[in-house]
């Protein structure tokens, strides 16, 4: 069974702080991993991440994945209060009759004070 | 485009009931799937479709029925409304090319079950 675990769970932080949210998996066929962002709200895409040691980058996010190690970060730089949300990771299966099943962690929920 | 549209956006039931769920796109994606988000358990895969008339079991399929006649509706049924399906119920769709599974997703139904 496809297994996606995310941590921390909740996160509370400062505005200017530097956070790092980690997602590890254990997926048969991986074939890319993802990231979102939901604010009470349906989620929103962020990255897709499929080769290993590629870092991508939109703006404060970053995020890299590791397919040796089985996990990925997204780091979030100088945070500010709109970053403030659940961030979900999920992993894409590419094999077999799970083909395009995707498997989502339980989400971080980040807090970011002024 | 209109994107992913979900149909009711809130919902009461009382147990025992049953109801459907609908789900359309317009963006001629052959991947859809149907998700619920309970809190602290992030999303989790009700059920899925690679195209029309294919579908498959995610993690959580006991009590969801599901269908995919057109490549643009996908609809769940819930057979006989319980309490534990009182949730909030996200339909999302995607390509299945090779590096672009970015899923699109609906703004989510509520329901509750009494």
């Known amino acids: 069974e496809d297994k996606v675990v995310q941590s921390p769970l909740s996160l509370v932080v400062h505005e200017g702080d530097t956070v790092t949210l980690n997602c590890s998996y254990e997926?048969?066929?991986?074939?890319?991993l993802l990231w979102y962002k939901q604010e009470k709200k349906a989620p929103t895409f962020l990255f897709m991440l499929?080769?290993?040691?590629i870092e991508k980058k939109s703006g404060r996010l970053s995020s890299i994945l590791d397919k040796k190690e089985l996990f990925s970060i997204l780091n979030i730089t100088a945070t500010q209060t709109g970053d403030s949300a659940v961030y979900l990771c999920?992993?894409?299966?590419?094999?077999?009759?799970?083909?395009?099943?995707?498997?989502f962690g339980q989400g971080t929920i980040l807090t970011v004070h002024p | 485009n209109a994107g992913v549209t979900q149909t009711p956006k809130f919902q009461v039931l009382k147990t025992g009931q049953s109801m459907t769920l609908q789900c359309a796109q317009d963006?001629?994606?052959?991947?859809m799937s149907w998700y619920r988000q309970d809190p602290g358990m992030g999303l989790r895969l009700i059920h899925y479709?690679?195209?029309?008339?294919?579908?498959d079991q995610g993690e959580v399929p006991n009590g969801y029925n599901v269908s995919r006649s057109t490549t643009e509706d996908f609809p769940l049924r819930l057979l006989s409304a319980a309490p534990s399906q009182t949730s909030v119920y996200f339909c999302?769709?995607?390509?299945?090319?090779?590096?672009?599974?970015?899923?699109?997703f609906g703004p989510g139904t509520r329901l509750t079950v009494t």
């Open positions: 479709s690679v195209g029309a008339g294919i579908t």
């Open positions: 999920a992993a894409i299966n590419a094999g077999g009759t799970s083909y395009g099943k995707l498997t």
């Open positions: 999302a769709s995607s390509f299945l090319g090779v590096l672009t599974y970015e899923q699109y």
């Open positions: 499929t080769s290993s040691g």
């Open positions: 997926v048969t066929n991986f074939r890319s």
């Open positions: 963006m001629n994606h052959e991947y």
